[in-house]
């Protein structure tokens, strides 16, 4: 009895196994068109007395309880790791950032930030993963600056399920949601780390984005990022300008400010847009090279307000974590004097602490303020 009972269960775990614990099958589940339709939907019910995987959702017959929490099955712990199990110790980076650091108590590292905590929501996109823990962003009912409402948040709401070709299968210009939200933009023009081989992020490894980041980005968020925004300093469609080269180039960390070289300048926590970039490229930007939205935030989400790649609230990185007991975002300098990596860009810093117009009430909100 115990076997024959068993064996429902064990042929589950071979159908997860087959999906997502085999490398040389597993590119060919997404990328090359689309996946084992049993690998996430379940036929009939219980499928001739194969088990849900937890707990399923009629709509859609998935065999999780939401698209993200079928997702997270094989992408939580392996394939990208996106989901940690201890946002004190996350997964190697893979460029887009963790999802486990959603779970966070308090992102605020300011001086005053045990009084004034900033809840892990902050912390980035927040999928909704109800068998995850995690639910939809409690601030906003719709994406800062657009209207794409936050009660669809998924891993679905930007990738295809089913594969497209596109750079991590984000969606094109076309309708989504079955029918609900338009993507006016199409994807970008990138390449990322392999998610089974490709190792972390470092400077010779990490993801290369050449075109077309932040009008994706747009598509939810609407065009703050372009010329037509006024009050917004990052344009994404202008080139950098020389003297951002000029530092970005010859900056070496605080230590060494000016021994950097221009074949060698590449930061892949400070990266930008050009067509001539590649996963393993080193070299700095030059006059075809443009800021994104991605130079300064993660896809995902990371331990720092907005997603940021630093934390705004600290003046040296090895203050990160101090005060609210997250993650400390590693220092790519390694050095107790280093300061915020604003100075990759910027000589002396940012011009100002508090770059944005204080009226600008959806920056305000885009950055916990």
């Known amino acids: 009895m115990k076997t024959a009972t068993r064996e429902p269960y064990r042929a589950a775990l071979l159908i997860v196994a087959l999906v997502c614990g085999a490398p040389e099958a597993s590119p060919a589940f997404h990328e090359g068109g689309v996946a084992n339709c049993d690998g996430c939907h379940v036929m009939h019910g219980t499928e001739d007395g194969f088990p849900l995987l937890s707990g399923a959702t009629s709509e859609w ?16 712990d392996s394939f990208g790791a996106v989901l940690g199990s201890n946002p004190l110790a996350p997964p190697p980076e893979l460029g887009g950032g963790n999802f486990v650091f959603l779970l966070e108590d308090n992102l605020n590292d300011s001086v005053d930030g045990q009084l004034n905590p900033i809840p892990g929501d902050a912390a980035g ?14 601030r906003y009912t719709e994406a800062p600056g657009g209207t794409f409402l936050t009660s669809e948040m998924g891993c679905t709401a930007c990738h295809d399920p089913h594969g497209n070709g596109n750079f991590r299968m984000l969606y094109g210009e076309q309708i989504v949601f ?31 984005y050449r075109a077309g980041m932040s009008d994706w980005c747009g598509n939810c968020h609407g065009r703050y ?36 070289l221009p074949s060698s300048a590449y930061l892949p926590e400070v990266p930008f847009e050009d067509e001539a970039v590649t996963i393993d490229s080193r070299s700095g930007p030059s006059n075809t090279s443009s800021v994104m939205c991605l130079s300064c935030h993660r896809a995902h989400a990371s331990s720092a307000p907005s997603s940021l790649r630093w934390d705004p609230n600290v003046s040296l990185l090895e203050q990160d974590g101090t005060v609210s007991g997250s993650y400390p975002i590693p220092d790519p300098y390694d050095s107790p004097a280093q300061g915020t990596l604003c100075t990759k860009c910027h000589q002396g810093g940012p011009p100002s602490l508090d770059p944005f117009d204080a009226g600008d009430s959806f920056l305000d909100a885009l950055f916990g303020r």
Request: charge should be negative; proline fraction near 6%; include cysteine.
């Open 125 to 138: 996109h927040n999928i909704v993963a109800p068998a995850h823990n995690l639910t939809a962003d409690s």
């Open 225 to 260: 990022h372009d010329q037509s925004f006024s009050g917004f300093e990052h344009k994404s469609d202008e080139s950098l300008e020389t003297e951002h080269i000029s530092q970005y180039n010859s900056y070496n960390g605080d230590a060494d400010p000016a021994g950097g």
């Open 178 to 208: 079955g029918g609900l939200y338009a993507f006016a933009a199409p994807p970008p023009d990138a390449e990322g780390i392999d998610l089974h081989s490709g190792g972390a992020e470092s400077e010779g490894n990490h993801t290369a």
């Open 61 to 76: 017959s998935l065999r999780e309880a939401s698209p993200s929490d079928v997702c997270l099955v094989c992408h939580a």
